[in-house]
């Protein structure tokens, strides 16, 4: 295996790490504003991700960083290509983050009604804007051996906005799960009962999504190649299954965790169709940036899967702690202990 395989995969496991943990804290912000009835349970919502939402997002910086190490070539070209798109998504996560921290700063209603709006804002944006990306890219960029040729809103095509909704589908079903299971009370059955909605609206978008991917892009044609990767998408249908039954059955954290696979299996099914395209071209396929004609020298490759393999583990390992030490139901009362910004 080279070591440009080896980083497209490290590649496609940092966005799926990120997707897998930012993308509930992402959906918890859309929820809030509509699931919770009044201020305490904002609270309680709030709580259930102030003590992770930041570790979370330490994984879209490792995910850009690889990008930019492994790939330069990808990286300048997907910040030229898609510089609007992005640009949204940086500023809707700054202040989703200012949010987070300012709402709670004064007693005011309207103060904290207008810090709700940004968070609901920062929250479905980024959720939205993120599937749009990677739904164009899936589909094949406007590249040819000038340049790129697209717009923005040539980005929101019918195959994109799919995806993105897609994308924040799955983020909200995978929210409504995790505060069930960090709740306590009321707000906790009504976010499993929410959950129980969200799966069939999920499980509906995601089968347009499988049908509409057949006509609108190519990656299927790994899969029909090599049929042993079907069990990628087969693992994350079983686990959204398996999500749904054991949530009924009142095993909330199975449910979460079995949610947490199927983002995984979702995001890795459509890295595996890119293979080896990192920003395919629908003009050309001899245009598309790949992992072979974008990627760093293999000494830099080397040095980089040695840091790697000895600083995400101690990664890993933190925010494993960071969760056991949060582990403690939020409850009414202790809604917002040890938090300002709430």
């Known amino acids: 295996m080279t070591l440009q395989i080896v980083w497209f995969v490290l590649w496609g496991l940092l966005w799926a790490v990120y997707f897998m943990l930012d993308g509930f804290d992402l959906g918890a912000g859309i929820l809030y504003n509509f699931i919770s009835k009044n201020e305490n349970e904002k609270r309680m919502v709030l709580a259930a991700i102030g003590p992770v939402w930041n570790g979370n997002e330490v994984w879209l910086i490792t995910a ?3 990008t930019f190490a492994a790939f330069p070539g990808t990286y300048a070209a997907m910040f030229s290509f898609l510089y609007l798109p992005l640009l949204l998504v940086l500023w809707s996560l700054i202040l989703r983050g200012v949010s987070l921290e300012f709402r709670g700063r004064l ?14 804002i920062g929250s479905f944006l980024p959720a939205l804007l993120f599937g749009v990306a990677f739904g164009n890219i899936f589909r094949g960029l406007q590249i040819d051996a000038s340049g790129y040729h697209g717009t923005f809103f040539g980005l929101l095509n019918v195959y994109g906005l799919l995806t993105g909704v897609l994308f924040v589908v799955l983020f909200l079903y995978h929210a409504s799960l995790w505060l069930s299971l960090r709740i306590e009370g009321e707000l906790s059955a009504r976010s499993a009962r929410l959950s129980a909605r969200l799966w069939y609206i999920l499980t509906a978008v995601a089968v347009i999504f499988l049908i509409a991917t057949a006509f609108y892009t190519r990656l299927y044609a790994n899969f029909t190649a090599a049929p042993g990767w079907f069990v990628v998408p087969a693992v994350a249908v079983l686990a959204l299954v398996a999500s749904r039954i054991l949530s009924a059955r009142g095993s909330r954290l199975l449910a979460f965790l079995a949610s947490c696979v199927t983002v995984v299996g979702v995001i890795f099914t459509g890295i595996i169709g890119l293979f080896p395209n990192l920003l395919p071209s629908a003009m050309d396929p001899a245009n598309s940036l790949t992992i072979y004609n974008s990627s760093s020298s293999a000494y830099t490759l080397g040095v980089m899967t040695i840091v790697a393999f000895i600083f995400v583990p101690i990664v890993v390992i933190y925010q494993i702690l960071v969760y056991r030490l949060f582990s403690k139901p939020v409850t009414a009362e202790t809604a917002g202990e040890g938090a300002e910004g709430y």
């Open 64 to 66: 850009g960083g690889a």
């Open 107 to 120: 007693e005011d209603e309207r103060w904290r009604r207008r810090w709700d709006i940004i968070i609901l």
